[in-house]
C-alpha cells in the first residue's frame, strides 16, 4: 500500500478470508465508502494442489473449492449489484492454464478451474453484459510466487524454473 500511495494512488486493505461472505461485504463496504465507487473487481484468490486423485483428501478437495470457486462466487455475488446499480464495471478472474485443459497430478486442482472458474465467468459475463459489465478471465501458466509450496512445489524448483514473473499477470490484468 506504501508503494501504491508513493506513486499518488489510494489503497485500502481488507483482512480476512475470501472464502466467507463477511470478508467480501467488508471489502465491498470499505471501498465504496473510500473511493465513493466500485468500478472493478479482481478476483485472485486460489490454492494449489499437486497430487493424484488417490492422494487427494476430501479435505483437499473442500480446502480447494473454497479457496478457488467460493472466494470468487462470493465476491462477485457482493460486488455485483452495486456494478449494476452502475451500469458499468470489469470483473476480471485470474485462473490458470489448467482451466483450459485439465493435466495428470492436478485432477481436483483443474476442476477447480476448468468447469467451475471458467464456466462461471462465461456465464457471468452473459448474464451481467447487458448491465454494461464485462466478466474476463485470464488463465496464466506457472507463475514465479509461493503458490502451492509444500502443495507439490518447492522453493528450488521455482526459482530454477521458467515460469512467468508475478508482474507479467499484473501487466496482463492491467490490460483487461
Known amino acids: 500500500m506504501r508503494e501504491i500511495a508513493g506513486l499518488g494512488g489510494k489503497a485500502?486493505?481488507?483482512?480476512?478470508?475470501?472464502?466467507?461472505?463477511?470478508t467480501a461485504k467488508a471489502a465491498v463496504a470499505k471501498c465504496i465508502h473510500v473511493f465513493g465507487r466500485?468500478?472493478?473487481?479482481?478476483?485472485?484468490?486460489g490454492?494449489?494442489?499437486?497430487?493424484?486423485?488417490?492422494?487427494?483428501?476430501?479435505?483437499d478437495y473442500d480446502a480447494l473449492m473454497a479457496a478457488n470457486m467460493r472466494s470468487l462466487f462470493i465476491f462477485s455475488r457482493e460486488a455485483a449489484p452495486y456494478l449494476i446499480?452502475?451500469?458499468s464495471g470489469t470483473m476480471v478472474f485470474i485462473s490458470s492454464v489448467a482451466g483450459l485443459h485439465g493435466t495428470g497430478n492436478e485432477a481436483v486442482y483443474s476442476a477447480t478451474k476448468i468447469c467451475a472458474q471458467v464456466g462461471f465467468?462465461?456465464?457471468?459475463?452473459d448474464e451481467l453484459r447487458p448491465f454494461g459489465?464485462?466478466?474476463c478471465i485470464l488463465c496464466p501458466g506457472g507463475i514465479k510466487t509461493e503458490f502451492a509450496l509444500g502443495r507439490g512445489r518447492t522453493d528450488e524448483g521455482v526459482r530454477a524454473s521458467t515460469m512467468m514473473e508475478s508482474t507479467d499477470v499484473a501487466e496482463a490484468t492491467l490490460f483487461l
Open 38 to 45: 466500485l468500478d472493478f473487481l479482481i478476483n485472485n484468490a
Open 85 to 87: 446499480a452502475q451500469r
Open 121 to 125: 465467468a462465461q456465464a457471468l459475463d
Open 133 to 135: 459489465i464485462k466478466v
Open 47 to 59: 490454492q494449489g494442489a499437486y497430487k493424484q486423485l488417490i492422494d487427494t483428501s476430501v479435505d
Open 12 to 22: 485500502v486493505a481488507v483482512p480476512g478470508d475470501a472464502a466467507e461472505p463477511s
